[in-house]
């Protein structure tokens, strides 16, 4: 941006988005925080730094020498992000709320909050970057790779991306932290948050537990033995390993070349029979998809791009994997791995294209063999 601008910036309290007012602060724009409550149920509970995390976002703002807002989007959160979180696990899905946080209310409900305020701008601390091309504007990955948080962003338009500032997006992490210490950020230290606030550090399981209805059943292997007891198929995910219940199968006839000691993952859920079927080895077959169908499709461009070879993840945490896209259209589309085949992928969860470090869009996985 050559002029200045009113920029209002999502402080969380962390110390990327305080380096990211610090930036455009420095840059000449007019600056103005707004912290963002989007839980209440358990504010006074040790797993939730919603108070904390306010606290810290204020005293960035201080040391900045900006005004900051707390604003509660809660309502918001619960109507938008949280009774669709709850819905997909109940139908044996796992879904991402930090993607739908992003679409619903970190660029919508903000967004429409600060443009109220007068913004010209929003800016937030994510790893990703804008880059404008004639009239459109492109979602580019973070430069630093570890840090890249263009997966989570993939559903946001060319509306929001018109009016979005992603600061450290150029920057390495390393870097970042280097600024926070050297004009004394109280937060220059502070670890990285690991979650949504409404789980927080809690066991995910006892969390669930108070929202969603759960019927015990079978756990089945891939030859339809019975090894145990699962708590409800909503408290699994595909490709979990730790915390299945089960212990190992000792009679070697029976592990026929998985080994007396050979891990176990969750590799399907049997809706109908109340079944969870779990297999042995990280690579047993059943964990593996070479055809991905996605539904929920949402495009960067407002289009999807053309059928043919491109790149895509599955999951946050993976390198890009070669894929052919192919029958896009409004219900969905669908992705073929066969050079690169998928681990787990999981109804729910996202699967989002790229062209190089463009991220294209992408949608939520509906089905995988």
């Known amino acids: 941006m050559k002029k200045a601008q009113r920029v ?88 991402n709320p930090d993607v739908l946080c992003n679409a619903e209310i970190k660029f919508k ?43 989570f962003l993939h559903r946001l338009n060319q509306a929001q991306l018109g009016r979005t500032l992603f600061p450290v997006g150029e920057l390495p992490k390393t870097e970042v932290r280097r600024i926070a210490a050297e004009i004394g950020l109280p937060n220059a230290k502070k670890k990285d948050s690991t979650g949504i606030c409404f789980i927080g550090e809690r066991p995910f399981r006892e969390f669930l537990n108070r929202y969603l209805s759960h019927e015990p059943g079978p756990i089945q292997d891939d030859r339809g033995r019975t090894l145990g007891e699962h708590v409800g198929l909503s408290f699994y995910t595909l490709g979990q ?39 042995q080895g990280h690579e047993h077959p059943w964990l593996l998809s070479t055809q991905v169908a996605v539904a929920d499709p949402s495009w960067v461009a407002g289009h999807p791009p053309p059928t043919g070879p491109l790149a895509a993840k599955t999951r946050y945490r993976q390198a890009d994997s070669a894929c052919v896209l192919s029958s896009p259209g409004e219900a969905g589309f669908e ?17 989002v294209l790229y062209d190089g470090e463009v991220c294209l869009g992408g949608g939520v996985i509906s089905a995988a063999a």
């Not at 305080?18 to 409550?37: D, N, P, T």
């Not at 029976?254 to 109908?272: E, I, N």
């Open 109 to 151: 409900a903000f967004l429409d909050h600060a443009v109220r305020l007068g913004a010209e701008r929003i800016a937030t601390g994510h790893y990703a970057r804008v880059r404008q091309v004639g009239e459109r504007f492109e979602l580019l990955k973070g430069l630093d790779p570890l840090k890249d948080q263009s997966y």
């Open 8 to 95: 209002v910036v999502g402080l969380s309290g962390g110390v990327d988005s305080a380096v990211s007012a610090w930036l455009l602060k420095q840059q000449g724009h007019e600056v103005v925080g707004i912290f963002m409550k989007n839980w209440e149920d358990d504010d006074d509970d040790e797993y939730c730094s919603s108070r904390q995390d306010f606290l810290d976002a204020a005293s960035v703002a201080d040391v900045i020498g900006i005004e900051i807002e707390h604003v509660n989007f809660a309502a918001d959160y619960k109507d938008r992000v949280f009774a669709e979180f709850l819905r997909e696990y109940q139908a044996g899905r796992t879904p």
């Open 241 to 279: 390993r730790q915390g299945i219940g089960i212990g190992g199968v000792k009679d070697k006839k029976a592990q026929r070349g998985g080994g007396d000691h050979a891990p176990w993952y969750v590799a399907r859920k049997d809706l109908a029979r109340n079944t969870l079927i779990v297999v």
């Open 335 to 351: 992705l073929d791995f066969s050079t690169a085949p998928q681990w787990a992928a999981t109804p729910g969860q996202s699967a």
